[in-house]
């Protein structure tokens, strides 16, 4: 299960899909005449059991893309890591059209944001260089919702943290990001930064390195909401 504090973070490089253990309480099989009729109705019983199971909590209404770090939906996921500062979006369901430079969009600014590790990550830094995302739930209806950050610290020899700032409610700080070759997942939960009233022209995440080395090569990022 994927953290929810901001001290917390996920324990693999890449994005696994959240399961749910499977039960069979309270589930009777019935008796067929012959084996292989039995194993035929405990298969069907057995398939739509995990069929349940797997569909799991309902996501946000509007929202399509299940969460790849937690439970909930995906409001957006982009990344960094195809050899340029300009980020691939893997999806956008935000209450607004992307658009690039626009109020709707994800885009770097400041000295010093450069394409980093091969081509794998953007650098950002305390504050010379710094990602921002702007969106909006206008319309959404949702009680919880979780920052996960997929980052390295630039440096070899120091790790440093994550600070997210939402121009709104202010920042927070989460990590620390390890010093190490491996890009892990981080989570800070943004429930209390994020909410369905927000005016779309404030609502904004701004990502920078905190602390220790003051760089962050930084991969993928994703917000999801649960309902």
């Known amino acids: 299960m994927p953290p929810t504090t901001a001290a917390a973070r996920t ?11 499977r039960r069979r309480n309270g589930c009777q099989r019935r008796r067929g005449n012959r084996r292989g009729n039995r194993r035929g109705i405990d298969a069907g019983i057995d398939a739509g059991i995990d069929a ?10 509007g929202l399509d893309t299940p969460c790849g770090q937690g439970p909930g939906s995906t409001l957006f996921r ?15 369901d935000p209450t607004c059209s992307y658009a690039p430079f626009s109020a709707c969009s994800v885009a770097y600014f400041g000295s010093g944001t450069s394409s980093v590790m091969s081509g794998s990550a953007v650098l ?6 710094t990602v921002r995302v702007r969106y909006s739930v206008a319309g959404l209806s949702f009680s919880r919702a979780t920052l996960y950050v997929q980052a390295r610290s630039y440096s070899t020899s120091s790790s440093t943290n ?34 369905p009233s927000d005016s779309p ?13 003051g760089s962050l090569a930084l991969r993928n990022v994703e917000l999801c909401l649960e309902p």
């Open 11 to 21: 324990s693999t490089p890449e994005k696994p899909i959240a399961t749910r253990g």
């Open 52 to 61: 349940g199971i797997d569909a799991g909590r309902p996501g946000v209404v």
């Open 78 to 92: 982009f990344g960094f890591h195809t050899g340029s500062t300009s980020p691939r979006i893997d999806v956008w």
């Open 124 to 129: 950002v830094t305390t504050s010379s260089a």
């Open 162 to 195: 994550v600070a997210a700032w939402s121009p709104i409610y202010g920042g927070k700080t989460f990590g620390p990001v390890d010093n190490d070759f491996t890009y892990d997942w981080y989570a800070v939960d943004w429930s209390d930064s994020l909410s």
């Open 201 to 213: 022209s404030l609502t904004a995440i701004e990502l920078n390195a905190s602390g220790g080395s």
